[in-house]
């Protein structure tokens, strides 16, 4: 079965992961992972993508199981952390198969940069993940949310306002990945709240790129006057407003 990341998976860190706005965005995403799983953790991570979150964890003594829907983003995640404390297994969130996986109980779980997007029920998330983490475990989730500032801005300066306001869209809105489409839906955070109630509990809630802008505008990051290292030190000590492209999620379980 082909997933819609497959045709993405070839050229996603060269498009993407290795950028400067990956990368600034990423290492704040790093900081809070880094606090919440101490070396000799085990985590399940969710649409592990081309692998490099459970690389850099693995590289710190945490033990992965990393998961993804698309066979080709596992095949670059596996050469990637070859020699490295991390498991692979294929998951289709929609059904919650894993395949040829070890399902102990993990210290905690996490997805980034929009993985869980692609998803509609977060009480059947909840309610798989209950089973699998630890009381005290924790959750982080990298979620786009309804409101991005730069993404209503740009598309409403360039008239485009059917784009600027996609996210608010009632059954989310269609995206091209690679060359597949496929829907994306943007979960408020009262949403989430109460999707991953009893069982999970929101501690902290911070923006990722309300200065920095979406992927999708990195080529504007490159202009000599665009003031990149300036806006990177705001996303890093900035907690707040929740306008940003991407959403930091923390749970911890009850």
Not at 99 to 122: E, P, Q
Not at 134 to 139: E, S
Not at 213 to 219: A, F, T
């Amino acid at each position: 079965m082909t997933a819609p990341f497959d045709s993405a998976a070839t050229n996603y860190d060269s498009d993407f992961t290795q950028t400067p706005l990956a990368r600034a965005l990423r290492a704040i995403v790093w900081k809070r992972l880094d606090s919440l799983f101490p070396p000799g953790a085990r985590v399940l991570e969710l649409a592990c993508g081309t692998g490099e979150d459970a690389r850099h964890l693995a590289e710190r003594g945490v033990h992965v199981l990393a998961t993804d829907q698309s066979e080709k983003m596992l095949e670059v995640a596996k050469s990637k952390c070859a020699g490295l404390p991390v498991e692979f297994a294929r998951l289709d969130m929609s059904n919650w198969e894993l395949v040829n996986s070890n399902l102990s109980r993990f210290d905690g779980a996490f997805s980034n940069f929009g993985g869980l997007n692609s998803i509609t029920n977060y009480q059947l998330l909840s309610s798989n993940l209950q089973s699998l983490i630890r009381p005290g475990g924790k959750l982080l989730f990298v979620i786009m949310g309804r409101h991005c500032a730069w993404e209503i801005l740009w598309h409403l300066l360039h008239g485009d306002t059917a784009t600027a306001f996609r996210r608010w869209r009632h059954g989310g809105a269609l995206a091209r990945v690679g060359e597949a489409t496929m829907t994306v839906h943007y979960p408020s955070t009262t949403e989430l709240r109460r999707a991953f109630a009893p069982h999970f509990r929101l501690v902290r809630v911070l923006p990722l790129g309300n200065f920095l802008p979406p992927s999708y505008l990195e080529p504007l990051t490159r202009r000599r006057w665009f003031p990149f290292q300036v806006f990177t030190r705001l996303d890093r000590q900035l907690p707040w407003p929740l306008w940003a492209d991407h959403t930091i999620y923390e749970f911890v379980r009850e």
